[in-house]
């Protein structure tokens, strides 16, 4: 009786030892384990926060880069505009005072290159201001059919060299007297305008002033300038806004142009929480519209 119970004792105290040690072993496979992974995971943390650290010192150099650029071109541009309206001025002397057909024909070609280079550099100087949030939006009053006037006063002479016909057309209902920025407002029809005229070669150019009526005292001014041109490939749509992105370039290698005019509209647009929009078939011609909230002056007609 003593001997099975000490078997039985021994034998229990053998097994006990054994789930003992499984335990224990199983308690240090686990431990190593978890120390390994602490000790991964604290390794790529810490690649984590080097890599971050890589992107936040790559991002700062970039943006330090891009904003010497654009002061770069701003002061520049700043810098060649005085003296090329010097040159355009005496050269308009010689325009008006020459005698001789030879000196006229190279005073024009001055004149033709000399605007180009203007507009170039204008160009880039908006461009540089708004890629640096220097463009500001100045609004004051202003009568729509002096602006719309003016306008056609700067295109119309395009349109005669190249015999298009320009039809201006305006809704008469159109508050008279608005608030807003009419010398930006004028730039972008002028420029949606002159691209009509140059990438059209026969037909016509027609420009339409309407509006939409939004809350008491405002209105979405609606502008849209329909050609009968060469029209933009569906597939080239997405990227006629893009800064310095010209399209079609096979085609369009005679026309000038640094592909910055739509880039600066459409950011202009934008600026003044309006948009601006294009529909065309590729042959037949595009048009494109633009729709910019304006506040109705006091005093102004037409007012419902
Ligand atoms: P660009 O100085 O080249 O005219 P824009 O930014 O004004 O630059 O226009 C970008 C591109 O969009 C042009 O190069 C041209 O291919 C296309 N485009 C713009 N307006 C028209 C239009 N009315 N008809 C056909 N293509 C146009």
Redesign the pocket.
Known sequence: MIASGTIIFYSFITVAIAVAAAILTLFICWLVMKSKRVVLSKASYQALIDNNEKLADAERRANDANKAKSDFLSSMSHEIRTPMNTVLGMNEMILRESTSQEITDYSENIKHAGNLLLTLINDILDFSKIESHKLEIVTAEYNLSSVINDIYTIVNPRAEEKNLCLNFKNNPEIPSLLKGDEIRIKQIIV?LIN??I??TSKGSVTVDFDYEKLGYNKIYLKVSVA?T????KEEDIPY?FDSF????TIK?RYIE???????ISKELCILMHGEINVE?EYGKG?V?TISIPQTISEGSENVE
């Open positions: 420029n691209n009509a140059k990438y050609d041109g060469a029209g933009i006629i992105r010209r399209v079609d369009n142009g640094a592909g910055l005019g739509l880039s065309s595009s494109f």
